[in-house]
């Protein structure tokens, strides 16, 4: 794509990476991604924001060709897909400084091959005046890596969030519509940002007494609808669990999915939706995305080799990384022999602040007492939710 003007000044810049289906090896993202940089020109100086991933810097300094000067390159966050590119701009541009936290400085020599004396760390509030464009850094930590800050232009009334309300999505157009940004908005949440709900919550508390026209992410199209965007990540990060319950499960030959079956009926029956989410075709970043919300958990698992079956076992791990705002898991299990699943389930999940109920247990297929076991467990959710029907 070309640079494109975005206001008197301001230039978007960066690359559309519409081919990446996965992001740090981990997360799936179905609509691709972008990598914004931006480049901020004062009547004295000149600042980028940002570059791109160095898989893709050949697209940005052909995009700089026209920009004979750089007096500073603005790190907001060490990771590569924002600081890949450092290097080769830095080699285009031997006059530019690094600004970033001194801790970015930190990582970024440990990253990348950048000489010391081109960083110039900032303090948090500290300002660069462009001339007629102020730069202001305002440090956010643990947004999601400790070294993290983010820009204000007030001039302009622009932030530069860095991964601060990014979205993975790959668009022609620097606008969408909200609806069509909600989606990878929360997917983006869910798996980069939500195992730091807390810092998230004060530092949009803080961002509260910036006039904001437009929030420009490092990932994906513009926000010039702010407040939409910031009450959608303060409602994921702050409000109080739903009153649904997720399921994630593996059945070997069927008897785990007879229990699942029979436990969405029955919370259904209560008022309560529930979520089956087979873990043999549901990717990394759609359970996270049903983790944002549900006030419950149940995993559902045949024995294998005494234990959970690898899938619940690798999605239990999963969770407990990121942190959701659940308060109840239980567990269901199928066995021949034996096994200790919600041992496993209770190990797996010690960091987190959540009341196990009491698990249900079925030796083979299940029959008429496990069944009842089942609305014991759906029961005893229910009375979790007042509102519930009886």
Known sequence: MQARTIREGIRWMGAVDWDRRMFDALIPIPQGTSYNAWLVQGSDKVALLDTVDDAMVDILLAQLADVPRLDYVVAHHAEQDHSGALPRVLERYPEARVICTQRAAGFLQDLLPIAPER?????DNETIDLGGKTLRFLHMPWVHWPETMVTWVAEDRILFSCDFFGSHLASADLFVSRESLLGPSKLYYAGIMMPFKAQILKHIERLSSLDIEWICPSHGPIHDRPNDIRESWRGWAGDAPSRRVVIPYVSMHGSTSRMVSHLVEALSLRGIPAEPLNLLETDLGALAVALVE??????????????????????????????????????????????????????????????????????????????????????AISLQHPDAIP
Request: proline share 8%.
């Open 294 to 379: 549900p006030s419950t958990l149940v995993f559902a698992s045949p024995v294998v080799l005494n234990g959970l079956h690898p899938l619940v076992q690798s999605a239990a791990y999963v969770i407990a990384a990121l942190k959701p705002k659940t308060r109840f898991v239980s567990t269901m299990a199928t066995y021949s022999w034996g096994g200790k699943i919600d041992e496993q389930v209770r190990a797996l999940l010690s960091g987190l602040k959540v009341e196990f109920l009491a698990p249900v247990s079925c030796k083979g297929s299940p029959g008429a007492d496990d069944l009842v076991a089942i609305d014991g467990l759906a029961q």
């Open 119 to 123: 960083f110039q760390p900032v303090a």
